[in-house]
């Protein structure tokens, strides 16, 4: 078993994304057998940058207002929303807000690609 407060678990830089952390709560390393369960925290104004991968993404906001593109769709999302990123579709994450906005991801197992 594994429980603890999320913010015991150190942030980690995102691919040098300024202003982008994440937390891995679980995944590989920590023997999670499916999938990977994270949480982002994105400083107002930082962007992840467009960007696909093989695998869906279950995404839940925790905090904050965001954009959410998903190929040629945006959505402004904020606290308590949820978006499903289909296997292979572009997507991009802003944070318009002006706080921090933090969010849950959940991935299979397979994009869980830390070193």
């Given at each position: 078993?594994?429980?603890?407060?999320?913010?015991?678990?150190?942030?980690?830089?995102?691919?040098?994304?300024?202003?982008?952390?994440?937390?891995?709560?679980?995944g590989r390393k920590e023997g999670a057998p499916n999938f990977a369960f994270r949480i982002f925290?994105?400083?107002?104004?930082?962007?992840?940058?467009?960007?696909?991968?093989?695998?869906?993404?279950?995404?839940?906001?925790?905090?904050?207002?965001?954009?959410?593109?998903?190929?040629?769709?945006?959505?402004?999302?904020?606290?308590?929303?949820?978006?499903?990123?289909?296997?292979?579709?572009?997507?991009?994450?802003?944070?318009?807000?002006?706080?921090?906005?933090?969010?849950?991801?959940?991935?299979?197992?397979?994009?869980?690609?830390?070193?």
């Amino acid at each position: 078993m594994r429980a603890l407060h999320y913010t015991e678990i150190e942030p980690q830089e995102v691919y040098g994304i300024p202003g982008v952390k994440v937390r891995w709560l679980a995944g590989r390393k920590e023997g999670a057998p499916n999938f990977a369960f994270r949480i982002f925290e994105m400083e107002p104004g930082s962007v992840i940058p467009s960007h696909e991968h093989d695998w869906e993404h279950e995404v839940f906001v925790l905090k904050g207002e965001g954009i959410v593109g998903v190929n040629e769709e945006e959505k402004t999302i904020k606290e308590g929303d949820f978006v499903l990123i289909p296997p292979g579709a572009r997507h991009k994450f802003i944070n318009i807000g002006e706080g921090v906005f933090r969010f849950i991801c959940v991935i299979p197992l397979k994009g869980d690609t830390r070193p």
